[in-house]
């Protein structure tokens, strides 16, 4: 069984949120800034993506993977769309603990690299981006 990357966060976040608490992850974020600071760190590092803001408040009102294609009923569809949307607060709160949990793995991971390694992986992270633009731009003209 192959789970969507959706499936596999949502998984993940289950699985993790048990063991972390707020409070926790406030002290390793700020001790994660703290060795940041001390290390010359330079927060230009970490790549920036834009939170999903909204996203779950409109999701609920699908139909999981399928489920569109097994004949439903319009109850069985509202029934669905009220457990979706009964989750969908708690879903986006765990997917939003889950980005800063990856922001604090990725500040940490940046704080053991010397500056030859923080610059090249800078050069790395732009060369990546532009050849993502470049194909995006290719698509768009196609």
Request: charged fraction near 35%; aromatic fraction near 4%.
């Amino acid at each position: 069984m192959r789970l969507s990357f959706r499936h596999k966060i949502l998984f993940m976040s289950l699985v993790l949120a048990p063991a972390l608490s707020i409070t926790a992850s406030a002290q390793d974020s700020a001790k994660a800034k703290a060795s940041e600071k001390a290390a010359g760190n330079d927060p230009v590092l970490l790549p920036r993506k834009k939170a999903d803001t909204g996203k779950a408040a409109e999701d609920y009102r699908r139909v999981p993977q399928y489920f569109g294609q097994v004949n439903l009923s319009e109850e069985q569809r509202e029934s669905i769309y009220a457990i979706r949307e009964k989750y969908a607060k708690r879903q986006a709160q765990l997917e939003e603990e889950l980005a800063t949990i990856r922001d604090s793995v990725l500040r940490e991971s940046e704080a053991v690299l010397n500056k030859e390694q923080r610059d090249r992986l800078i050069q790395l992270r732009g060369q990546a981006k532009s050849k993502a633009s470049a194909k995006a731009k290719a698509k768009t003209k196609s």
